[in-house]
């Protein structure tokens, strides 16, 4: 897990590598609705130190995904295929069967 230096100051390359992270987490971690709280928060985590407003950071990662789609064509998956959480709108209900297992 990352964590700051003592100091508490991070170098460029650093911070560079956390705001990846975090973008990663944004992508691919979700639960119903939290999108735009979680890119505003990005924003004030990386936003003055990397000169990113919150367009900017969600253009990034639209384009990230963008870029990343004919990778996942190629191993017949898409994006969703390996989101961790539930999908929009909720986890279907399990059926009496399936809770049975």
């Known amino acids: 897990m990352w964590s700051p230096p003592p100091s508490g100051l991070l170098d460029d390359l650093s911070a560079l590598a956390q705001f990846g992270h975090d973008a990663t987490t944004i992508m691919y971690r979700r639960t119903t609705g939290d999108y735009p709280a979680r ?4 924003a ?3 936003g003055h130190r990397l000169h990113l407003t919150e367009d900017a950071i969600d253009t990034v990662l ?4 963008e870029d990343t789609k004919p990778l996942f064509a190629m191993l017949r998956m898409t994006v969703d295929d390996i989101r961790i959480g539930p999908p929009p709108g909720g986890r279907p ?3 009496p069967e399936q809770s049975r297992v």
């Open 39 to 42: 890119l505003q928060l990005r």
């Open 44 to 46: 004030m985590q990386h």
């Open 62 to 65: 639209d384009k990230a995904v």
């Open 93 to 95: 209900l399990a059926s």
